[in-house]
């Protein structure tokens, strides 16, 4: 985790920063870790998000067409 402030920056600026880089990196790590899960259930779970994913996509298309 590396936030870089300018050394005029306010301190709420800086918290700011670092609470965006500490969601953006640190959190889904933590996340992540947070209970067990086997490579099986791992590659299950990314296969249904990307089917998902595809559908919204394919809906969005539809509706803009």
């Known amino acids: 985790m590396s936030t870089e402030a300018e050394p005029k920056e306010s301190i709420e600026k800086k918290i700011r920063k670092l609470r965006k880089d500490f969601q953006k990196n640190v959190q889904p790590v ?3 870790h947070n ?3 086997s490579k099986g259930e791992r590659r299950r ?3 249904k998000k990307a089917i998902k994913r595809i559908q919204r996509r394919e809906r969005r298309m539809m509706r803009s067409a």
Do not use: A, F, S, V
């Open 35 to 37: 209970y067990y899960l």
């Open 30 to 32: 933590l996340r992540r």
């Open 45 to 47: 779970i990314k296969k």
